[in-house]
């Protein structure tokens, strides 16, 4: 069915109301387009207060979606075991065949380097260098874990699942398309599309996607693949701290 958003709330902001009035699907990009400029100002600040700016971009990351969850559709059920699982695996997918890919090449193309429409080969970033490997380091690592598993996967799941894969479906109206509508140039053409926001893992950011689209056409739950999303991420950065396999930070 087409979204149904919850009115039983107190009235939107006139400005608000405007913004989803001229683009019934802004609940579900503005949220993430949010966090992506706010992710940019990190890099305004001295890296001895990453972890303010962290806590910040946490705080109105949060700020900048909630304030459209009344106009969110239905995000359906948790499905704790189905997102355990589903998010075990896609962890160890990614670090799996991130592996796997290194050092094969296509001619003179390394399949596991940067995605071709970028500059440059993938610089690992070892937080130690920074902050040393006291309070400061966990400090700074915790803030970091803790933003890629409560905001990340509720902007990038709103977006990703909620709005493009829809999109490649009907672009003029996707809030008219059924949630979780299956479509193959939905689900292979935003696998795809992935890759633009992981150059450095293209690869895996293809098999991983595609896992969590057949799961959300699966169990058309958003809340189950932003669980899903938070376990991946949890998972993979403490993989990376306990193994020091530093360029998945």
């Known amino acids: 069915m087409a979204d149904t958003p919850n009115t039983s709330q107190r009235p939107d902001p006139p400005w608000l109301a405007g913004v989803v009035k001229a683009e019934p699907s802004a609940p579900l990009i503005v949220p993430y387009m949010a966090y992506l400029v706010l992710l940019a100002f990190n890099d305004a600040f001295p890296t001895k207060l990453l972890p303010v700016a962290i806590v910040l971009h946490i705080i109105l990351g949060f700020w900048?979606?909630?304030?459209?969850?009344?106009?969110?559709?239905a995000m359906g059920d948790w499905r704790w075991p189905i997102a355990l699982v589903g998010g075990l695996v896609a962890a160890f997918l990614w670090v799996a065949g991130q592996h796997a890919l290194d050092?094969?090449?296509?001619?003179?193309?390394?399949?596991g380097g940067r995605l071709p429409l970028y500059p440059g080969v993938p610089e690992p970033y070892d937080p130690r260098d920074d902050f040393g490997t006291g309070s400061l380091f966990w400090l700074y690592a915790v803030l970091k874990i803790t933003r890629a598993c409560t905001i990340v996967p509720l902007v990038e799941e709103l977006f990703w699942r909620g709005f493009i894969l829809r999109a490649f479906i009907r672009w003029r109206r996707p809030e008219e398309v059924p949630w979780g509508r299956f479509a193959w140039k939905a689900m292979i053409g935003s696998a795809l599309l992935s890759t633009i926001q992981h150059p450095d893992n293209w690869g895996v950011s293809i098999g991983c996607w595609l896992l969590f689209n057949a799961m959300f056409y699966w169990t058309k739950s958003l809340k189950c693949l932003i669980l899903t999303h938070a376990i991946t991420n949890l998972a993979l950065y403490s993989y990376v701290i306990r193994a020091g396999d530093w360029r998945f930070w």
Do not use: E, S, V
């Open 64 to 73: 900048a979606a909630l304030m459209f969850r009344r106009h969110w559709p």
């Open 103 to 111: 050092g094969l090449t296509i001619g003179n193309y390394d399949l």
